[in-house]
Nanobody, 126 residues
Framework: VQLVESGGGLVQAGGSLRLSCAAS?????????MAWFRQAPGKERVFVAL????????YYGDSVKGRFTISRDVAKNTVYLQMNSLKPEDTAVYYC???????????????????WGQGTQVTVSS
C-alpha cells in the first residue's frame, strides 16, 4: 500500500488543522490498523493516534487526547486527523502508517508498521 499525507501547514496556537492520508495500491480492510505518528527535530517518532479499519476503534496518545480526532472514510480509502486546540509542542512532521500485524495490545510502536507516508509538516506558532 502507498500512503500520501496532506493538510499540514502553519497555524497559530489554539487553531486547527485537518490532515489527510490517502491509501492506494489496495483497498484497506479488516486487518489494517492506520495510525498517525509525529517526529519533532532531534526527537524520536512518537505515536499520536490509531484507528482499526474493521470497526473504527480508536486509541490516542496521552498528549493529544481530547484535542485530536482520528477518523476514516472507507469509500475514499482515506484516514484523517482533526487537530484542534493546537499547541507549539505539537510542531512536528506528521506521518501516516499502516499495519496488518495482529497484537493483543495497541499498535503504538513504529516498528509495528510496515508502510509509511512521506510526512507532512505541522508548525504551530505561539
Amino acid at each position: 500500500v502507498q500512503l500520501v499525507e496532506s493538510g499540514g501547514g502553519l497555524v497559530q496556537a489554539g487553531g486547527s488543522l485537518r490532515l489527510s492520508c490517502a491509501a492506494s495500491g489496495r483497498t484497506l480492510g479488516e486487518y489494517d490498523t492506520m495510525a498517525w505518528f509525529r517526529q519533532a527535530p532531534g526527537k524520536e517518532r512518537v505515536f499520536v493516534a490509531l484507528i482499526k479499519w474493521k470497526d473504527s476503534t480508536t486509541y490516542y496518545g496521552d498528549s493529544v487526547k481530547g484535542r485530536f480526532t482520528i477518523s476514516r472514510d472507507v469509500a475514499k480509502n482515506t484516514v484523517y486527523l482533526q487537530m484542534n486546540s493546537l499547541k507549539p509542542e505539537d510542531t512536528a512532521v506528521y506521518y501516516c502508517a499502516d499495519s496488518q500485524r495482529y497484537t493483543a495490545a495497541w499498535n503504538v510502536l513504529p516498528g509495528m508498521y510496515d508502510a509509511w507516508g512521506q510526512g507532512t509538516q505541522v508548525t504551530v506558532s505561539s
